[in-house]
């Protein structure tokens, strides 16, 4: 069939396309398609589809798919997709995909998102990334997390990262972590703080270890108020 009669199926007989249809289509094909045309298609018909046909469809049938259908992106798909394919989803299907799909986006990949796609991430699947690829995450882009996806962190991931990145989080973001977050952090770490050591926790500054204490600056050690020392 030619793109112009595969496009003038309506959503219900798209629907009723046999998945090895869907494997045979070329990206020639598919690329008239619409949106409502891509949101009929099940996870099956999805997996189906040539990583190469995907990877061709524009960002409005690309968000066209629905999150049930997602699921029908293989994780080698989606680990390679480029920098420019990644960012065609929108926040609702980040959100909406899995652990394991959101594990197999790669460091570049991660470091292209948007701040709106990076915090539509869940909190749950953002700690199974990999620290190196949280390691990638931007200064300016750590600072857009969300406090859910900063408690979420887990200490492994926190304890890799780096100076830059502890420097860019925000207040709000030091306060939400937890006395196990901060106990997992080196002195380095803690050492790239300035005024956002005023937000730590009493039980966070409990848990501070003795490295991170002695990295401490005295302008540091000097914003640590009596309410946080207890």
Partial sequence: MTSTQLASLNP????????????SFTSK??????????????SA???AMATDTLKSLDSSQIQGISTPALAGISTSTINGLSNLEIVKFSSKQIAGMSAN????????????????????????D???????????????QIKQL??????ALTTYQLSGLTTDQMANLG?????????????????????????????LEPN???????????????????????????
């Fill in 12 to 23: 219900s007989q798209w629907a009723l396309l046999p998945t090895s249809v869907l494997a």
């Fill in 29 to 42: 094909q598919v690329a008239n398609l619409n949106s409502s045309q891509l949101a009929a298609l099940s």
């Fill in 45 to 47: 018909q999805i997996k």
């Fill in 101 to 124: 799909q959101i594990k197999a986006l790669k460091a570049d990949q991660i470091n292209n998102l948007t701040s709106s796609l990076l915090q539509a991430i869940e909190p749950n």
């Fill in 126 to 140: 953002l700690a199974v990334i990999e620290t190196a690829v949280i390691k990638a995450i931007t200064p300016d």
């Fill in 146 to 151: 969300t406090l859910a996806q900063i408690s």
């Fill in 171 to 199: 207040t709000a973001q030091i306060k939400a972590l937890s006395s196990a977050q901060v106990r997992a952090l080196s002195g380095a770490q803690i050492g790239a703080f300035s005024d956002q050591i005023k937000s």
């Fill in 204 to 230: 966070a500054i409990a848990a501070l270890s003795t490295s991170a204490i002695t990295a401490m600056t005295t302008g540091s050690v000097n914003l640590v108020g009596s309410a946080q020392i207890g």
